[in-house]
Structure formats: structure tokens, C-alpha cells
């Protein structure tokens, strides 16, 4: 029997649509104009886009857990991204180890194509409803600061901030403790149209080992400059400049205030994101993604 022609024969159907990764990511933010992707800047963002997009041979944008300022340093940045299914098969390697895991060659690969003031630390197929931004809980952040009479030593002087007066960190935790809880932080956060200052900080304390200060600060999300600002504000505490009574009374400031400066971007490293158990990763979406408002 004659067979029909090519283009009569079945064919199976073209498998198609994305297969949503998650990526943890560490960087050094001091030569980076921030996470997100802006024409003519180094971005981290920017940067990951292109590997990751030469790696997949496809375009491949991430979304991630928080968008850090210029120079803000990341040990925990999570992120995600939708790769097209036929294009996944471009992470494995035909070299691949036995008993690698799935995405190994992809993180070696990712290894050779990124500068060293990056990193992508593990990937994995997102659980349904995962989404990087939306699921996440909360956010942490460390801010560090060294009040040593030299400054701060070579090798970590792109990380902590020196500071050279004298800080009262018992009037820092009183103060702290007030700002604690779901409050519009207007006074603490840059204007952004279209976004809500409304924010529940969750944890926010300073503790000191020897000139080394450490302040841990932890909030379901941040608006623009928010945890700098928060710094700053407490540092006017810390030298007796300010009252805690006033870092209180900011909480009902309209707008950012101009009482205080940010610290430096140099002290500041996001260190972590929680999200809940996969079988709540959406309902947590629907939740972040309705606008807060009083």
C-alpha cells in the first residue's frame, strides 16, 4: 500500500507553554545600579537576563522577591522565571554526572557565563502557584555597621559602613520597637506612584559584637528606601540627636520625611525570603496582590 504523502502523515501535537524555575541568588551590589533592568545600566537583573537567555537560547526575563537599590548586596535574593518547555532541554549537558541533580549543569554553565559579583546558587521547578514577588511571606534584611576608630577593614569595607560616633543601641531597640507592627511608613519610603507605603515590619533590632552593629530587619514587604530609611532614623536615636518619641511620631508623617538621611546602601544585605507551604503559594498571591489600604 501506498504511504501518503509527508505532509498528510499524523504528526504529534507540539508541546507547548513555560516551565516556571526558581532561582536563589547571592550578589555583591556595589558595582550594580540595583536589581531591576534599566537601559544603559548594569543592572543584576539585567546581567542574569542575558546569561540566562544565551543558556536557554530563548528570551528570559526574571521577577523577583524585592528589587534592591544601587549597591545593596544580596546572600538570599529569590527569583523566578518562565523558560518555554522546548527550550528547557538547553540546561542539561550531554557531560552530565551521574547523580547530578536536574539543574547542576545549568548552574555550572550559568558559573562560566556571569561576573564574579554574582551568583546563581540553586535552581528548581517552582511548585504550582509559586510566584517570587506574590508568595513571599516576608522579606529580611541585615544592616551592618562598624563604629571600629580605623573604620572598617579592607576586605569587608564594601559591605559594612563605617561609622564614626559613638551609638546608644539600648535607645535604638526602645525606638525600634515602636515602629514594630502594620503601620503606613510613608515617612520612611521614596515615592513611587501607584504604590501602597502600608507595610507590616516584623522584626527590627540591633545587637553589637565588639565595634561590629548589626541591625536584622524583617517585614512581610518593603517599599522604596524603607529599610535604610528605618536605619537612618534610628541612628539619629542611637547618637541622642532624636528623641524615640519622634521616630514614633514619623509613623504619622504624610509623606517622606526630610528629618533624617538614609544610610548608605553599602551597609545593607538582603538575607533572606520566606514563603508558605506550596499547597498556600496561591491563595498568599491573591492576598499580596490586593492593594492594602486603610
Not at 156 to 162: K, S
Not at 238 to 259: F, I, N, Q, V
Request: net charge positive.
Amino acid at each position: 500500500m501506498k504511504k501518503p504523502p509527508e505532509r498528510l502523515r499524523k504528526r504529534p501535537p507540539r508541546i507547548s507553554g513555560d516551565v516556571r524555575l526558581r532561582l536563589d541568588i547571592a550578589y555583591d551590589g556595589t558595582d550594580f545600579a540595583g536589581w531591576a533592568a534599566q537601559a544603559g545600566q548594569r543592572t543584576v537583573a539585567g546581567v542574569l537576563d542575558e546569561a540566562l537567555t544565551t543558556v536557554f537560547r530563548a528570551p528570559i526575563r526574571l521577577r523577583a522577591a524585592g528589587r534592591t537599590d544601587a549597591g545593596v548586596h544580596a546572600t538570599g535574593q529569590v527569583a523566578h522565571a518562565d523558560v518555554p518547555i522546548e527550550a528547557l532541554p538547553n540546561a542539561y549537558s550531554r557531560a552530565q554526572r551521574a547523580g547530578d541533580p536536574e539543574f547542576v549543569p545549568l548552574l555550572r554553565r550559568l558559573g562560566r557565563f556571569l561576573p564574579s559579583d554574582v551568583r546563581v546558587v540553586d535552581i528548581a521547578r517552582a511548585p504550582s502557584g509559586f510566584d517570587a514577588r506574590f508568595s513571599a511571606l516576608r522579606r529580611h534584611y541585615a544592616y551592618r555597621l562598624s563604629t571600629a576608630p580605623y573604620g572598617v577593614r579592607p576586605q569587608l569595607a564594601r559591605y559594612i559602613t563605617a561609622w564614626p560616633r559613638t551609638l546608644d543601641l539600648s535607645a535604638m531597640n526602645s525606638a525600634s520597637q515602636d515602629l514594630l507592627g502594620l503601620h503606613d511608613f510613608a515617612a520612611f519610603c521614596r515615592h513611587r506612584d501607584g504604590a501602597t507605603t502600608i507595610r507590616e515590619l516584623q522584626r527590627l533590632d540591633w545587637s553589637g559584637d565588639g565595634d561590629l552593629i548589626t541591625a536584622h530587619v524583617s517585614a512581610d514587604a518593603f517599599c522604596w528606601s524603607m529599610v535604610r530609611s528605618l536605619v537612618g532614623a534610628l541612628l539619629a536615636v542611637g547618637e541622642h540627636r532624636r528623641t524615640a518619641a519622634w521616630c514614633r511620631e514619623l509613623l504619622s508623617a504624610p509623606a517622606r520625611s526630610s528629618d533624617f538621611a538614609a544610610a548608605p546602601a553599602r551597609g545593607l544585605t538582603m538575607i533572606g525570603v520566606d514563603y508558605p507551604p506550596d499547597d498556600q503559594l496561591a491563595s498568599r498571591t491573591l492576598i499580596t496582590r490586593d492593594l492594602r489600604s486603610r
